[in-house]
């Protein structure tokens, strides 16, 4: 497993959101005792944004979330259980995810549609509901704007540490905070990826604002992001904003709107970066860079082409630095190519030059933690990116033995 980012120096002490606390707890769903359980709330009513899983298998808690931001886009808090999915769980599975909102509202003495659910693990157990409900007033009793680790910490299945982003912005003459937390670690294939990810911010975003940024942000971040070509039926991302700055709320048209997005879009992306660094079994990371692709789509589908090859992955962890998988990724990959106009590079080692090796590969391309391939297609100007990583033994060994 890659090591885990640096962590930025204001992150060494508690990262604090205004107006927003986090808890996280041991409920018992993990036979580990480990924390499985995370409250985040707001101290009053926030504008909320969200994505979700493209899978058309949707698990309780994504649908339950989807019909409360499309009623009202307003939020309060969000609770976060890891250890099970509440996936293809029937009635009883929106039951639970509706009783689990309704207690944490009681609890928090807010109105329950105001409070959102996810849920990430195994598919297809119900959820151990008793334990849940015990486990709430805990949850909101050791409720502390110092607790995000915490929270963090709840949200994690096979990760092997805390994914926490912080970014803090000028705004009209004050500091707004943007600060997010995710999980994931594998079944990774965009839109999404099975990850969640929660990102609170005081600064005051009008609703519609607050959507398209996360939209855009998701774009470059997320939905860039490749593991194992498999969806989950439980990705969300959710965006609360609490206005505790009080700014004039940011509006598209407003001044500060690309300040915010570009911020916003900066936190997702490391995030993201966290993710393919933690991937199941993973020893490298790896960015897939594809430029000058006659339209976006050609460049997306090349760069996510190249990111999702098994044979491009394991040739990665192999360290063996064959190109000859990746030109193969590009010609299947439905973009419009002419081959003797693509260049290939290796962290900025050319190995390909008008469609053909340019020189002897050294063997120690594939060798770093951190790899770049780039793709010149040679005939546009456009690009696109994508994250991911190499395919070990490992990957296979851990997921052998995740049972449903």
Same mark, same amino acid.
């Given at each position: 497993?890659?090591?885990?980012?640096?962590?930025?120096?204001?992150?060494?002490?508690?990262? =604090?959101?205004?107006?927003?606390?986090?808890?996280?707890?041991?409920?018992?769903?993990?036979?580990?005792?480990?924390?499985?359980?995370?409250?985040?709330?707001?101290?009053?009513?926030?504008?909320?944004?969200?994505?979700?899983?493209?899978?058309?298998?949707?698990?309780?808690?994504?649908?339950?979330?989807?019909?409360?931001? $499309?009623? *009202?886009?307003?939020?309060?808090?969000?609770?976060?259980?890891?250890?099970?999915?509440?996936?293809?769980?029937?009635?009883?599975?929106?039951?639970?995810?509706?009783? =689990?909102?309704?207690?944490?509202?009681?609890?928090?003495? *807010?109105?329950?549609?105001?409070?959102? #659910?996810?849920?990430?693990?195994?598919?297809?157990?119900?959820?151990?509901?008793?334990?849940?409900?015990?486990?709430?007033?805990?949850?909101?009793?050791?409720?502390?704007?110092?607790?995000?680790?915490?929270?963090?910490?709840?949200?994690?299945?096979?990760?092997?540490?805390?994914?926490?982003?912080?970014?803090?912005?000028?705004?009209?003459?004050?500091?707004?905070?943007?600060?997010? =937390?995710?999980?994931?670690?594998?079944?990774?294939?965009?839109?999404?990826?099975?990850?969640?990810?929660?990102?609170?911010?005081?600064?005051?975003?009008?609703?519609?604002?607050?959507?398209?940024?996360? $939209?855009?942000?998701?774009?470059?971040?997320?939905?860039?992001?490749?593991?194992?070509?498999?969806? *989950?039926?439980?990705?969300?991302?959710?965006?609360?904003?609490?206005?505790?700055?009080?700014?004039?709320?940011?509006?598209?048209?407003?001044?500060?709107?690309?300040?915010?997005?570009?911020?916003?879009?900066?936190?997702?992306?490391?995030?993201?970066?966290?993710?393919?660094?933690?991937?199941?079994?993973?020893?490298?990371?790896?960015?897939?860079? #594809?430029? $000058?692709?006659?339209?976006?789509?050609?460049?997306?589908?090349?760069?996510?082409?190249?990111?999702?090859?098994?044979?491009?992955?394991?040739?990665?962890?192999?360290?063996?630095?064959?190109?000859?998988?990746?030109?193969?990724?590009?010609?299947?990959?439905?973009?419009?190519?002419?081959?003797?106009?693509?260049?290939?590079?290796?962290?900025?080692?050319? #190995?390909?030059?008008?469609?053909?090796?340019?020189?002897?590969?050294?063997?120690?391309?594939?060798?770093?933690?951190?790899?770049?391939?780039?793709?010149?297609?040679?005939?546009?100007?456009?690009?696109?990116?994508?994250?991911?990583?190499?395919?070990?033994?490992?990957?296979?060994?851990?997921?052998?033995?995740?049972?449903?």
């Amino acid at each position: 497993m890659l090591p885990s980012p640096d962590e930025k120096p204001f992150m060494k002490h508690s990262v =604090i959101v205004p107006g927003f606390k986090f808890s996280g707890i041991s409920s018992g769903i993990k036979k580990t005792k480990k924390k499985d359980l995370a409250l985040i709330y707001s101290e009053n009513t926030a504008a909320i944004a969200g994505i979700f899983t493209a899978n058309k298998i949707k698990a309780a808690p994504v649908k339950l979330d989807i019909t409360r931001i $499309r009623r *009202s886009g307003k939020a309060r808090a969000v609770i976060i259980n890891s250890g099970n999915a509440n996936a293809c769980t029937g009635r009883r599975g929106i039951k639970d995810a509706h009783d =689990i909102a309704q207690i944490t509202a009681r609890e928090l003495r *807010s109105a329950p549609h105001l409070v959102y #659910v996810a849920s990430t693990g195994l598919i297809g157990r119900p959820l151990p509901l008793i334990k849940i409900k015990k486990a709430i007033p805990e949850s909101v009793r050791k409720l502390s704007s110092r607790s995000i680790r915490h929270a963090a910490s709840a949200i994690m299945t096979t990760d092997t540490f805390t994914k926490i982003d912080v970014k803090k912005i000028l705004i009209s003459g004050k500091t707004g905070t943007i600060a997010g =937390i995710a999980k994931g670690a594998g079944m990774m294939c965009p839109h999404l990826a099975t990850m969640l990810c929660f990102i609170v911010t005081d600064i005051a975003v009008e609703r519609r604002a607050l959507n398209a940024a996360l $939209r855009e942000a998701a774009e470059k971040s997320f939905n860039s992001l490749t593991i194992d070509n498999d969806m *989950s039926t439980n990705d969300t991302v959710l965006l609360l904003s609490n206005g505790f700055l009080k700014n004039k709320p940011i509006t598209k048209n407003s001044f500060f709107y690309k300040k915010f997005e570009n911020a916003l879009a900066e936190v997702s992306y490391n995030l993201s970066k966290m993710i393919a660094m933690d991937a199941e079994g993973a020893t490298k990371l790896v960015k897939v860079r #594809v430029r $000058r692709a006659k339209t976006t789509s050609d460049a997306e589908k090349a760069s996510r082409a190249i990111a999702s090859s098994l044979l491009v992955k394991t040739a990665l962890y192999g360290e063996n630095p064959n190109w000859g998988r990746i030109m193969a990724a590009i010609g299947y990959s439905g973009a419009h190519i002419q081959e003797d106009k693509i260049a290939i590079y290796i962290n900025n080692f050319k #190995v390909v030059n008008k469609g053909t090796g340019a020189r002897k590969t050294p063997k120690h391309l594939f060798q770093k933690n951190e790899i770049v391939i780039t793709a010149d297609l040679g005939i546009g100007e456009k690009e696109a990116d994508m994250l991911t990583c190499d395919l070990s033994e490992k990957y296979v060994k851990i997921n052998a033995g995740y049972m449903t």
